[in-house]
């Protein structure tokens, strides 16, 4: 069977392999594809288990070859032609046995490199600081990884994700983000910023982070929030919320339009998405939108826009809810399932005023042990 797939591989244009290193060393098994990848643009490689120490040389020559996407597969053992890839992911990087600077390494070979992910559960806190590397083409990079942040510098970045899929809670992922855009000199630059699960917890030398790293993003279209929940007492992060409240609160605040006064906070926003997990003994107020009269304001001269830059506002979607789990189940609820809302008649006919404009508005309410719930679709 094998044998009649590889037949065919001068046809592939993509490649998901998965090496159990069941049968043979996998330099002998792949052997037969050397030289006959000429149409290859996209080639994903898993390793399951122990890898074997034979490099693996039948991916080296694939004239066509942009995207590269590794699991668990120590870089070291594969070659590749890294001089032309544009785009590259790397999960799994902490499987035991591989080293995180070999695939810091295979980064540095890409000098085309414009897209970047990288998906690993261990911080590696204790290694020593890795060495800088400049990437002159990346524009979009998702990675939480402080131990790799601290050493990019990204002077064309454009879209950026933090987006804490796995491992454990870092506080230094957002400074180590902050200090990378500020090195990097791009803030200018960044259209798509989404900050998933990672802390929001103040920094000791810079104590409004989000909101100084957003300052500086005057072309930002897209922003997304989810703060991280750590609602377990004896949590290390347990006050992480008080701070996503805080930083999320000077957010809000700073997106608010006086009339007559030329918008300099994020003026070309055009969607914004924020996800917040509050536990129930800290669920008294929620600061940021109230008054209501003056959320609904926010919202309805920044979908307005002006003549002085302030783009329109499209897209609005605020959830807060008292249990992870239920944030997780009710993200893509069924619109009409949840008719009630929190707002007044005047503040439902604005936001229904604006919804019949053509702005997107989900805004939802989890309060109380119990779980009541709320939820305005307009």
């Not at 000429?38 to 066509?64: H, N, T």
């Not at 944030?327 to 069924?334: C, F, K």
Request: with cysteine; aromatic share 8%.
């Amino acid at each position: 069977m094998r044998e009649k797939v590889f037949a065919e591989s001068h046809r592939w244009r993509t490649a998901r392999l998965i090496d159990y290193h069941a049968v043979r060393p996998p330099d002998l098994l792949y052997a037969p594809l050397r030289g006959r990848l000429p149409q290859l643009e996209l080639l994903s490689f898993e390793s399951v288990g122990a890898m074997d120490s034979d490099i693996i040389s039948a991916f080296k020559d694939c004239p066509r070859l942009v995207t590269v996407a590794l699991t668990g597969a120590d870089p070291h053992i594969v070659e590749l032609p890294m001089k032309q890839i544009t785009c590259l992911r790397l999960w799994d990087t902490s499987s035991p046995g591989n080293d995180f600077r070999a695939y810091v390494d295979l980064i540095g070979q890409c000098p085309l490199l414009e897209i970047l992910r990288v998906d690993s559960e261990s911080e590696r806190a204790q290694d020593p600081p890795l060495q800088s590397l400049t990437l002159p083409c990346l524009r979009d990079l998702n990675a939480v990884y402080p131990y790799l942040l601290d050493s990019l510098t990204l002077p064309r970045l454009e879209v950026a994700a933090l987006d804490r899929k796995v491992g454990d809670l870092n506080p230094d992922t957002l400074y180590s983000f902050y200090c990378l855009i500020q090195r990097s000199n791009c803030a200018s630059n960044l259209t798509e910023l989404r900050i998933i699960q990672v802390s929001l917890t103040l920094h000791r030398s810079e104590p409004h982070l989000l909101l100084s790293i957003l300052s500086q993003t005057t072309r930002l279209a897209t922003l997304q929030l989810e703060a991280p929940s750590t609602l377990v007492e004896n949590d290390p992060f347990y006050d992480e919320d008080d701070s996503s409240i805080t930083q999320i609160t000077e957010v809000m605040t700073a997106l608010e339009v006086v009339p007559g006064h030329r918008v300099a906070f994020l003026p070309r926003l055009a969607s914004l998405d924020i996800d917040v997990t509050v536990a129930h003994t800290k669920m008294d107020c929620i600061p940021y939108l109230e008054p209501h009269n003056d959320f609904v304001a926010m919202l309805k001269a920044r979908h307005t826009g002006n003549e002085d830059g302030l783009s329109k506002l499209e897209k609005f979607r605020f959830c807060q809810y008292a249990d992870r789990t239920t944030a997780l189940a009710r993200r893509d609820e069924d619109k009409l399932s949840i008719p009630e809302t929190v707002f007044n008649d005047y503040e439902t006919s604005v936001l229904r005023g604006l919804a019949e404009d053509g702005m997107s508005l989900d805004i939802r309410f989890e309060w109380g042990p119990w779980g009541s719930y709320f939820r305005s679709m307009f």
